[in-house]
């Protein structure tokens, strides 16, 4: 069974940071890419970055370039996201998704439970 | 940016009706190689996402075949033949051929 285990969120000050990670088990983790997708609270699913199988590619929402980087341990089957100069508007509950690739393009086949994070004085 | 607009924003439903939700994209959502990356998600009230449909008309593991997905270019339509409770959430498209964007969401409710 595929299981996505999110941690490392909570409250945090605005300009501060923060180090998400995903667990994952139930599949071999170097086989496919992942992903973090938010939501803000009553509001809709935006994505957040992509990483490739070996980690080698990266794509990031324009919002969150340089300063969000996304990072994986295939050896420890362990997805992370770390955050810096967080904003308020970062605050939502973060998904870790597994990144299926069919034809050229990652699509999101199965979702952790969520961790949220709070960016508040 | 391509940018997914969802309508209805939300549907209400009886048990047993047929519904369709469109997904309407500000770019063609065909590439290169002529592949069409339009999917599907379902969120269940305080539940995670989980995939419905893939490449716009291929169901996803365990999706019961009430589902269904069509549509082409810029057009695209999720239809449910006949909702049942546990249908009740919120719907999402979500297109991959440039990076990744999410439709607004359509929330299906009992009427």
């Known amino acids: 069974e595929v299981q996505l285990v999110e941690s490392g969120g909570g409250l945090v000050q605005p300009g501060r940071s923060m180090k998400l990670s995903c667990a994952a088990s139930?599949?071999?983790?170097?086989?496919?890419?992942m992903a973090w997708v938010r939501q803000a609270p009553t509001k809709g699913l935006e994505w957040v970055a992509t990483?490739?199988?070996?980690?080698?590619?990266?794509y990031y929402r324009d919002s969150v370039k340089g300063r969000f980087t996304i990072s994986r341990d295939n050896a420890k089957s362990t997805l992370y996201l770390q955050m810096n100069s967080l904003r308020s508007e970062d605050t939502a509950t973060y998904y870790c998704?597994?990144?299926?690739?069919?034809?050229?393009?990652?699509?999101?086949?199965?979702w952790g439970q969520g961790v949220m994070v709070t960016v508040s004085s | 940016d391509v940018v997914l607009t969802q309508t209805p924003s939300t549907l209400s439903a009886t048990i047993g009706q047929s519904v369709s939700i469109s997904c309407r994209s500000s770019?063609?959502?065909?590439?290169?190689?002529?592949?069409?990356?339009l999917y599907w998600y379902l969120q269940r009230p305080g539940q995670s996402p989980q995939l419905l449909i893939y490449l716009v008309s291929n169901l996803g593991s365990g999706v019961p075949n009430r589902f269904s997905g069509s549509g082409s270019g810029t057009d695209f339509t999720l239809k449910i033949s006949g909702v049942e409770a546990e249908d009740l959430g919120v719907y999402y498209c979500m297109q991959a051929t440039h990076a990744w964007t999410f439709g607004g969401g359509t929330k299906l409710e009992l009427k």
């Open positions: 998704t597994r990144g299926k690739r069919q034809k050229f393009r990652y699509y999101f086949d199965y």
């Open positions: 770019q063609s959502l065909l590439d290169s190689a002529g592949n069409t990356y």
């Open positions: 990483i490739s199988y070996d980690g080698s590619s990266t």
């Open positions: 139930g599949f071999t983790f170097s086989n496919y890419g």
